[in-house]
């Protein structure tokens, strides 16, 4: 089993930063893809950004040029800068990963989630 856990997340206002970390742990075999995603109540979880092992990087198109994923593989462990912040940015931000336990079997984590809140 491999735990996840998100730290960052607060009350900043419209303009303002903040960096997300999230943290694997456990019983790792090989953290491959992790990701960034976020959630409003009752609406779908959505993507906002994924980076490779190898460090590409993908966007959702709402936060290119204002969000930067980043990873340290030594620490197992995934960034999200996020810099001019926007209220429609609040959501409650969830961290993924991808263990590889063979290159046939991948097992997908979440963590528990980090509430981010911008005032206008």
């Known amino acids: 089993q491999v735990q996840l856990v998100e730290s960052g997340g607060g009350l900043v206002q419209a303009g303002g930063s903040l960096r997300l970390s999230c943290v694997a742990s456990?019983?790792?075999?090989?953290?491959?893809?992790m990701a960034w995603y976020r959630q409003a109540p009752g609406k779908k979880r959505e993507l906002v950004a994924t980076?490779?092992?190898?460090?590409?990087?993908n966007y959702a198109d709402s936060v290119k040029g204002r969000f930067t994923i980043s990873r340290d593989n030594a620490k197992n462990t995934v960034f999200l800068q996020m810099n001019s912040l926007k209220p429609e940015d609040t959501d409650v931000y969830y961290c993924?990963?991808?263990?590889?336990?063979?290159?046939?079997?991948?097992?997908?984590?979440w963590g528990q989630g980090t509430q981010v809140t911008v005032s206008s």
């Open positions: 993924n990963a991808i263990d590889e336990v063979t290159p046939l079997e991948l097992v997908g984590y």
């Open positions: 456990g019983s790792i075999f090989s953290i491959n893809d």
């Open positions: 980076i490779t092992r190898g460090g590409r990087t």
